[in-house]
């Protein structure tokens, strides 16, 4: 891997090609793609913040 370092300010900061790291970026998302409940929505019947009906009667 070919990485710079250079010190700034006390601190180490760590660059790298924006395309190698937009390549393990996406890398990374399609990877953990299947996990997230954004890309693939939870079951409802699972979903603990799902709406609950409230069945009202007026007596």
Not at 1 to 8: L, S
Not at 12 to 40: G, I, N, R, W
Not at 42 to 45: A, G, L, Q, R
């Given at each position: 891997?070919?990485?710079?370092?250079?010190?700034?300010n006390?601190l180490?900061?760590?660059?790298?090609?924006?395309?190698?790291?937009?390549?393990?970026?996406?890398?990374?998302?399609?990877?953990?793609?299947?996990?997230?409940?954004?890309?693939?929505p939870?079951?409802?019947?699972e979903?603990?913040?799902?709406e609950?009906?409230?069945?009202?009667?007026?007596?």
């Open positions: 891997r070919n990485t710079k370092f250079k010190r700034y006390n180490y900061l760590c660059f790298a090609q924006v395309s190698k790291a937009a390549a393990e970026l996406m890398a990374y998302c399609e990877s953990h793609a299947k996990e997230d409940p954004l890309v693939t939870v079951p409802s019947s979903n603990p913040f799902r609950k009906k409230i069945f009202c009667t007026i007596l």
